[in-house]
């Protein structure tokens, strides 16, 4: 048998301790180990030898001159300009239904009919009240007209002493109980005419007729539905009295409000037609505020023209509204006004652990302001390689560049917007 190589692969493994057969397993452990420490050292040389490459750079902007235009944006739904629900002040069957759904109707126009049969017999008996309360008042006329005959001859009596003072005093009474059975049969008729009058009402509400000129938008009548009108008239039918002037109701936020004034131009798109947009005016900002889920908004109306009646009740239009038009104006974008350098120090002291390890994110760059300063701010610039402020007052902004009123910026200039980092 041939001897082993002293450079043999089984020679190498005992002198590194490394058996095969028991140990073959851990020696593969080991060598994993071993590699894995020897790439960390090579990354950490990596690192340290690099030096301050990690250099901190700056993103920057030109201030620019243009047009700006600040639009509030508000969601709502369309509404027609007067709409009408129709209902039954009568209880009753409906006997007929005499239009459907987007029928036009004219004012007096019949919608719908109640069986009227127990209607027109409380008319009847109604009317035979009243006659028979005519013929009691002249009843009542007869008797009193005799009872002031036989009054006056009783007088006449009395007066030359024919009769007692007890007769006269017998038919003085007589007459005036006449006199008031009279007037008591006069108002049964005046009451009687009454009841007759409401029930001809009623009769006349059985046939359920529109208030307006418009459309059908919603129908809930049905032949042989029953309706009962007892606290509350039951809605059948909604009516919108013209469709080619419309509203957009939407709800302006807190914020905004405060710019939105009656008059503004908008315009709004539906998703029905989403690469059209509709024009539309404001016409009232209503002073109630509506709270849903702690967002305080107020409800905004615009006037919209739909003369092609592409647009339809209930639809979501998305609005943008007007609110300021400016010409010429110097811009900033609004990342400049959020930034702030970091120290001086952060730029070329860095500890080796930060090397390797990301630091914690930036807070924003006016946290601390106050409210009342939101309109003295400031900008960056570079300088000599390093970051100078400029003081500046700020106006409208449409949330992606900012007008400046007053400060020591140009159109051109270089502005500062963000922190790079990273290798030149």
Same mark, same amino acid.
């Given at each position: ?35 894995? &420490? ?60 005499? &239009? ?36 009691? /008042? ?96 039951? /809605? ?15 709800? /302006? ?16 798109? &539906? ?13 009232? /900002? ?45 811009? &900033? ?92």
């Amino acid at each position: 048998m041939a001897e082993k190589s002293p450079g043999s692969r089984a020679d190498v493994a005992a002198t590194l301790g490394l058996e095969q057969s028991g140990g073959g397993r851990k020696g593969r452990w080991l060598w994993l180990a071993a590699a894995v &420490v020897l790439a960390a050292l090579v990354a950490i040389g990596a690192v340290v030898l690099s030096g301050p490459a990690d250099e901190v750079r700056f993103q920057t902007a030109k201030v620019e001159r243009a047009n700006l235009t600040v639009i509030v944006t508000a969601t709502g739904t369309l509404q027609p300009t007067n709409q009408v629900d129709i209902g039954s002040e009568l209880s009753g069957i409906i006997k007929t239904v005499e &239009v459907d759904f987007n029928d036009r109707v004219k004012v007096g126009q019949v919608l719908a009919r109640l069986d009227a049969t127990k209607l027109q017999a409380q008319v009847v008996q109604s009317e035979a009240a009243l006659k028979a309360a005519q013929a009691r /008042v002249r009843e009542a006329e007869a008797n009193e007209d005799e009872t002031r005959r036989r009054l006056k001859r009783a007088q006449e009596l009395s007066a030359r002493n024919f009769v007692s003072e007890e007769a006269l005093v017998t038919a003085e009474a007589a007459h005036k109980r006449a006199v008031a059975a009279l007037e008591s049969a006069r108002s049964q008729v005046e009451q009687n005419r009454a009841t007759l009058a409401v029930d001809r009402t009623n009769l006349g509400k059985a046939a359920i007729r529109s208030p307006i000129n418009g459309t059908v938008l919603t129908r809930k009548a049905e032949p042989g539905q029953t309706v009962a009108a007892t606290l509350q008239a039951p /809605v059948l039918f909604t009516l919108a009295e013209d469709l080619t002037k419309m509203e957009l109701h939407v709800d /302006v936020d807190e914020a905004d409000v405060g710019q939105v004034k009656d008059g503004q131009q908008a315009t709004f798109a &539906v998703d029905a037609h989403p690469n059209r947009e509709f024009p539309s005016t404001v016409s009232e /900002v209503r002073n109630a505020a509506k709270t849903v889920s702690g967002v305080v908004t107020y409800e905004t109306v615009l006037a919209v023209e739909n003369a092609d009646l592409l647009l339809r009740p209930g639809m979501t239009g998305t609005a943008g509204i007007t609110v300021n038009e400016l010409r010429d104006a110097v811009l &900033v974008p609004n990342a400049a006004l959020r930034f702030t350098p970091p120290p001086p120090q952060a730029q070329s002291q860095r500890s080796f652990v930060s090397r390797l390890l990301p630091g914690p994110p930036r807070p924003p760059a006016r946290s601390a302001q106050k409210a009342t300063d939101r309109r003295h701010q400031q900008v960056w610039t570079l300088r000599d390689g390093r970051p100078v402020a400029i003081p500046v007052t700020v106006g409208a902004t449409d949330g992606r560049m900012t007008q400046i009123i007053t400060g020591d910026v140009q159109p051109g200039l270089e502005i500062l917007t963000d922190t790079l980092r990273g290798a030149k």
